[in-house]
């Protein structure tokens, strides 16, 4: 399954290249694949590539979908191993 993260632009490298920070962590990705593209705005990532912009609000809501998987996982977890039913 391929998926794309939403992230925030923190620093711009070159015109090819920014450092975004996703779920608190900063990581390099190219921008090849969109144009104009400014620090503090919001870039959709798959496989280090920036793919979209997306706006501020939908980035939120995108991460807080990803938080709620993973609180969604790990009951998921906590039920295999019989330590909640």
Do not use: W
């Amino acid at each position: 399954m391929c998926l794309a993260v939403p992230g925030k632009v923190v620093r711009l490298k070159d015109l090819d290249m920014a450092d975004v920070e996703i779920g608190g962590v900063e990581t390099e990705v190219g921008l090849q694949l969109v144009s104009d593209v400014k620090v503090g705005e919001y870039v959709l990532v798959h496989a280090g590539y920036a793919i979209n912009k997306i706006d501020e609000e939908g980035a939120k809501e995108m991460m807080k979908l990803f938080e709620e998987i993973g609180e969604l996982d790990e009951i998921a977890k906590l039920r295999e191993n019989d330590e909640i039913s």
